[in-house]
């Protein structure tokens, strides 16, 4: 079956270190995305990329990094730049008509 | 620019009761429109989507929405609701080359 895959569920990060978030999917969409998702705020944009090799910052970038090498992954890096990382991270892609969703991954900074 | 306001941020109701959830949206462009829902600790599902023709536009679960161009609204309304319907409900818009833009979350709370 199609679809994105999120890893892994659950991350446990210590402070000051740096942690990647995995994202692929093989729905052969071209737009790939990351959100993040605190209680009470909805989901706001980290980064977005609408083709290989090419990404734009989102609305709250700051502290994280991303790569297009692939189409069908987007790696999100939360850096110890990142002041508050504790929150429930989701992956996006999309066509036109239609975004799907990975099942999220919850990182908490311990 | 688009954006997206979800007009409530939490509604209660009761078991077998309606429920609207209400959206307005901007645009400059013509947009694409759709609902999701999230449930606890999981991805959003699409409810359902108007790309155009029919103005109301029947999704899963019992769900249907209305397109209005001239007040740019895209209600939610179910007729009924149970239990499992509470989650959190996503209003977006998408241009023409696909990014999404989401409102802010509606929180629906079913009680018995």
């Known amino acids: 079956d199609g679809g994105i895959t999120q890893s892994p569920k659950y991350l446990f990060r210590k402070e000051g270190q740096n942690v990647t978030l995995s994202c692929e999917q093989n729905l052969n969409h071209d737009a790939m995305y990351w959100y993040r998702q605190d209680p009470g705020q909805g989901l706001r944009l980290i980064y977005y990329?609408?083709?290989?090799?090419?990404?734009q910052k989102g609305d709250i970038a700051e502290g994280y990094s991303v790569s297009r090498e692939k189409k069908e992954s987007f790696p999100l890096t939360v850096t110890s730049a990142q002041k508050n990382p504790t929150a429930f991270y989701l992956c996006a892609s999309s066509r036109t008509d239609e975004a799907f969703f990975g099942q999220g991954t919850r990182l908490t900074v311990v | 620019a688009q954006s997206v306001t979800q007009l409530d941020s939490q509604v209660p109701v009761f078991e077998e009761a309606p429920v609207e959830l209400r959206c307005n949206y901007s645009?400059?462009?013509?947009?694409?429109l759709f609902w999701y829902v999230q449930y606890p600790n999981q991805g959003l599902q699409l409810l359902l989507k108007y790309l155009s023709g029919s103005t109301l536009v029947k999704g899963i679960n019992g769900f249907e929405a209305e397109f209005n161009k001239s007040q740019t609204s895209f209600h939610l309304r179910k007729p009924s609701v149970h239990i499992s319907d509470t989650a959190e409900y996503f209003c977006?818009?998408?241009?023409?080359?696909?990014?999404?833009?989401f409102g802010a979350g509606t929180q629906v709370v079913v009680t018995p």
């Open positions: 990329s609408q083709i290989v090799n090419d990404f």
């Open positions: 977006a818009v998408s241009l023409s080359w696909g990014k999404f833009q």
């Open positions: 645009s400059s462009v013509s947009v694409y």
